[in-house]
């Protein structure tokens, strides 16, 4: 049984990325351009304003980023340190707890962009199509050497 999850975890993570990723950049879409209900229950952040409409445009980028599995290790971690900063900067001085402060968005995306940060994308990511090739590519470019024959 162990065998098959194991054969599939790649594609739970994948899943989680994707789902993950998809939540994310929703809320970027939301906050940026009053869609899905809009930021703080309606209209969009005026551009420029610190940090909410930085914080949406990571959200909106990271977020897809992450969905296609195009840098994620560095979109996760850009994506973690964001939502890190919102839950310190915004929510914790509110309450000391989660449940208390409304933050509790944050610090789950906080760590499940840190999880991915360790376990990278998974399966049916862009980053695996471009190793793949560019490793492919760097061992054709490595043809062996023709031998010489040796005289004995």
């Known amino acids: 049984m162990y065998t098959r999850l ?12 994707i789902v993950v990723g ?24 005026p551009a ?4 909410g409409w930085y914080a949406a445009v990571i959200q909106l ?8 599995g195009l840098g994620t290790r ?3 971690l850009v994506a973690s340190g964001s ?10 001085p509110e309450a000391l707890f989660p449940l208390e402060n409304g933050g509790e968005p944050s610090a789950v995306y906080c760590w499940a962009f840190l999880l991915l ?17 560019t490793t492919a590519r760097g061992e054709q470019d490595r ?5 010489t024959p040796v005289a004995a």
């Open 143 to 147: 043809a062996p050497e023709p031998s």
């Open 6 to 17: 194991n054969q599939a975890q790649p594609y739970a993570l994948a899943l989680f990325r």
């Open 83 to 92: 939502m890190a900063y919102a839950y310190f900067k915004v929510h914790q």
């Open 48 to 51: 420029g304003t610190w940090p």
């Open 117 to 133: 940060v360790f376990t990278g994308p998974g399966a049916l990511a862009l980053d695996r199509l471009f190793t793949s090739r």
């Open 74 to 76: 560095i979109a996760a």
């Open 22 to 45: 998809l939540l994310f950049a929703c809320h970027g879409a939301a906050s940026l351009f009053g869609v899905l209900g809009g930021a703080m229950g309606g209209g969009s952040i």
């Open 61 to 68: 980028v990271g977020g897809s980023l992450v969905v296609l």
